[in-house]
T-cell receptor, first 116, second 114 residues
């Protein structure tokens, strides 16, 4: 079965420190991977995606993510966290079967808290 | 949230009543989606549409129906609301072509079924 796992429900980091939000996936074929962010009482916003090419993908608000095929991971990173980065982060992968390649398969989300 | 509106934004209703949520887009995107978001479950796809009058079921479609009679509107109907359908509902859109999996989300509708 195709799936996405975000192993940490919550991540805490001090402002100015680097942050990592983890994501692993299980799909057959070449994955299309995505990160979204949800601020309180808002809809989700697209951050970045990996389709092909360079394993390090840069996105909005200074975030980047590294695709690692051997570890089936797509971890979200930022070199220096801001308090305003505190939000809920979702990893997603596009289905690769004919029946589900119009849909995204979502992780359960990781709550990031950046402490001043 | 630009280009996508949802109405109503908040609704309280009683068990057994029908409820319709509306998603309206001004982006002319081909694909539209309805999700529900619940603590511990993340986002779950209810139904989606890949064109006018073309819809398909998601993973939690029981008790829900949808209609899309024009590109800009995607309606979600709870035929007979139950307390288990208390949730936050999000509409999303995406365009055809190379960006079609980049989904853009509306602001959400908070539905409470008493």
């Amino acid at each position: 079965a195709q799936s996405v796992a975000q192993p940490e429900d919550q991540v805490n980091v001090a402002e100015g420190n680097p942050l990592t939000v983890k994501c692993t996936y299980s799909v057959s074929g070449n994955p299309y991977l995505f990160w979204y962010v949800q601020y309180p009482n808002r809809g989700l916003q697209f951050l970045l995606k990996y389709i092909t090419g360079d394993n390090l993908v840069k996105g909005s608000y200074g975030f980047e993510a590294e695709f690692n095929k051997s570890q089936t991971s797509f971890h979200l990173k930022k070199p220096s966290a801001l308090v305003s980065d505190s939000a809920l982060y979702f990893c997603a992968v596009r289905g690769t079967n004919a029946g589900n390649n119009r849909k995204l398969i979502w992780g359960l989300g990781t709550s990031l808290a950046v402490n001043p | 949230d630009a280009g996508i509106t949802q109405s109503p934004r908040h609704k309280v209703t009683e068990t057994g009543t029908p409820v319709t949520l509306r998603c309206h887009q001004t982006e002319n995107h081909r694909y539209m989606y309805w999700y529900r978001q619940d603590p511990g479950h993340g986002l779950r796809l209810i139904h989606y549409s890949y064109g006018v009058k073309d819809t398909d079921k998601g993973e939690v479609s029981d008790g829900y129906s949808v209609s899309r009679s024009k590109t800009e509107d995607f309606l979600l109907t709870l035929e007979s609301a139950t307390s288990s359908q208390t949730s936050v509902y999000f509409c999303a859109i995406s365009e055809a072509g190379v960006r079609y999996n980049e989904q853009f989300f509306g602001p959400g509708t908070r539905l409470t079924v008493l």
